[in-house]
């Protein structure tokens, strides 16, 4: 809400701003994907990493009383 709140004033003080930025959001968030899905991909292969580490662990501990 606030982020459109802030882009509406930006329309009112600096319209070509506004509409170049509304044009251009698009564009940024395709060009970025690639990058957001690099990261959830790293960030899988660190989780399995870590419980495959901690598996030994976690068997050995067996079950709680």
Known sequence: MA???LW???LV???PLALLALVLYPV???LLLP???VGITVGAVF???GA???LPA???RGRPV
């Open 58 to 60: 976690r068997v050995l």
């Open 8 to 10: 509406l004033l930006l």
């Open 47 to 49: 989780a399995f990493l």
């Open 3 to 5: 982020g459109f709140l």
């Open 13 to 15: 003080f600096c319209w």
């Open 35 to 37: 990058l957001r899905l």
């Open 28 to 30: 940024v968030w395709l």
């Open 52 to 54: 495959l580490l901690m």
